[in-house]
């Protein structure tokens, strides 16, 4: 009978780990998903012109690259003038997904640290603003996705 009640408890731990591990599976596959939902190239335009460019690579980690052309804008956020792509593709970093939203960070060429947040509006559809705290204000504009990641 003892042997039968160890025998018992035994299987439960191993049920009971095969569980959380289950689990923790399940959950990380979760995470996957989510970031895999930004991966790909994102472009804004604006009169016909594509302004900004912003590439998206979900692996364990999520990273990218962004490279913009002149953007001016009103105090309002409203565009005024953009000026297409230039060749200066710099990489984002401290990325991070919480829900529909991406944000990460990225150093302009005057070694500005801008932040910025990707909003999932749809399939393949988003809105990337700025984030400045001394420019609340500040509108998102339209991003499509050009190419799956």
Known sequence: MARAVYGWRVMRREIRVAL???????????A???????????????KGTVFLVLKVTAADKISGTLNAGSIHMD????LLEVGPVEDREAPIFFAHVDGDKLM???????????????????????????????HPKLKAFAVKRVKAG
């Not at 959380?20 to 979760?30: D, E, K, P, S, T």
């Not at 989510?34 to 190239?41: C, D, I, L, Q, R």
């Not at 990225?106 to 932040?115: A, E």
Request: aromatic share 8%; net charge negative.
């Open 104 to 134: 990460f960070d990225f150093q302009d060429g005057d070694d500005d640290v801008l932040s910025f947040e990707l909003k999932l509006t749809g399939e393949g559809a988003g809105e990337l603003r700025i984030i400045d705290k001394e």
């Open 20 to 30: 959380v591990m289950l689990l923790l599976a399940g959950l990380a596959g979760a």
């Open 75 to 78: 105090d309002e956020g409203d």
């Open 32 to 46: 996957g998903e989510e970031k895999a939902k930004f991966a790909g190239t994102w472009e804004a335009r604006a």
